[in-house]
C-alpha cells in the first residue's frame, strides 16, 4: 500500500470515528412504526456566460436531476428498509456537452435486533449499483480524442452481506459482516479498464461500514458513509474504499444548497485514489 494511501485510509478512520458523520446505508429510525415512506426530488443547476469580457471566461450551463425514494418499516424488534437513488447530470461547456453526475443505486435492508432495546442487531443486505450512460476520460487519448471507461451495467455491481450492527447512537451506526460481490461488465471493450478477462466477477470478503447523520447547524445536515470490501483472497491493501460525504442547507422550504465529496479507491479500476466534490443549489421537492 502507497503512503499516500495508507494517509487517507487513517485519516478516514479516524474522522469516521472521531466527529459527527452520517451514511449512505439505510438507517429506521426507533420511533418507526409499520410503513413509512419518503420521495425528494432534486434539480441543481448553473449558468455564466461572457461576451467581451476583459478577464475571459467560457459560456458554461449544468444541470443536474436527483430523486431518492425510500421505503421504511418497523415492528417489534424487526426492520426493513428500502431506497432508490438515481442521478444524472450534463454541463454544456463553449458548445461542448459532457456528463457531470451518474448514479443508479438501489438498496435494500433487514435486521433484527438481538434482544429488545439492544444497540446490536442482526442484518441482511442487498445493494445493486450501476450508471445510466457512457462516461468518458476525456482528452486522454494518444491524439487528444475521449477515451471510453464505463457504460451502463460497464461496470455493474450487485453486493449480497450479512452481518452483526451496532447503533452506538442515534446518529452513529457500524457494521461489519461476511459479503458476496459481483462485478458486471457487459462491454467487451471495457473488459481491460476494470482487469477482468470475462464478463462476470465474483468475489467473497468481508465488508465493514460506518455512518452517521446529524444537523450539525440550524436547517443544515451533514451526511457521511464508509464502506469497505475485503476479498478473502487478494491481499488487504487492495480493500474497496468508498467514503461519501455530503452538507445540505435548507435555504426555504423549496431551495436548498449542497456540497458532496467522495473519496473511493479500487485497484481493479486504478491503483490511484479517486475523488468527486460538487457544489450545487437548486429545487428539492418532498413528495411524501
Not at 469516521?16 to 438507517?27: D, E, G
Not at 461576451?51 to 425514494?69: A, C, K, L, R
Not at 471493450?189 to 478477462?197: Q, S
Not at 479507491?265 to 413528495?287: C, P, T
Amino acid at each position: 500500500m502507497n503512503n499516500n494511501l495508507k494517509l487517507i485510509l487513517a485519516g478516514v478512520l479516524f474522522i469516521a470515528f472521531a466527529t459527527p458523520t452520517i451514511a449512505q446505508p439505510i438507517v429506521v429510525p426507533e420511533d418507526q412504526v409499520d410503513w413509512g415512506q419518503t420521495w425528494v426530488l432534486n434539480l441543481n443547476g448553473s449558468q455564466a456566460s461572457y461576451d467581451n469580457w476583459s478577464e475571459g471566461g467560457v459560456n458554461t450551463i449544468s444541470g443536474t436531476f436527483s430523486t431518492v425514494y425510500t421505503k421504511l418499516y418497523r415492528q417489534d424488534r424487526t426492520s426493513f428498509g428500502f431506497r432508490v437513488n438515481l442521478r444524472y447530470g450534463q454541463s454544456r461547456i463553449d458548445g461542448d456537452t459532457r456528463k457531470s453526475d451518474d448514479l443508479i443505486s438501489i438498496r435494500s435492508r433487514v435486521t433484527y435486533d438481538l434482544s429488545d432495546g439492544s444497540p446490536v442487531a442482526a442484518y441482511g443486505a442487498v445493494q445493486f449499483k450501476t450508471q445510466f450512460a457512457e462516461g468518458y476520460n476525456y482528452g486522454a487519448g494518444p491524439l487528444g480524442e475521449d477515451i471510453l471507461i464505463s457504460n451502463f451495467m460497464a461496470p455493474g455491481y450487485f453486493i449480497e452481506g450479512a452481518g452483526i450492527e451496532y447503533n452506538a447512537s442515534e446518529h452513529l451506526q457500524m457494521a461489519a459482516g461476511l459479503a458476496l460481490k459481483q462485478t458486471f461488465v457487459n462491454d467487451d471493450d471495457l473488459l481491460p479498464v476494470y482487469n477482468m478477462d470475462d464478463n462476470l466477477r465474483s468475489e467473497g470478503g468481508l465488508s465493514t461500514s460506518f455512518t452517521y447523520q446529524n444537523t450539525i447547524a440550524e436547517n443544515i445536515q451533514y451526511s457521511s458513509s464508509l464502506e469497505t470490501f475485503t476479498n478473502f483472497l487478494i491481499p488487504v491493501n487492495e480493500t474497496d474504499v468508498n467514503w461519501s460525504n455530503e452538507i445540505i442547507g435548507q435555504i426555504n422550504s423549496v431551495v436548498s444548497a449542497s456540497f458532496q465529496f467522495e473519496l473511493r479507491y479500487d485497484n481493479d479500476f486504478s491503483s490511484e485514489v479517486q475523488l468527486k466534490q460538487v457544489l450545487s443549489a437548486g429545487i428539492s421537492v418532498n413528495l411524501y
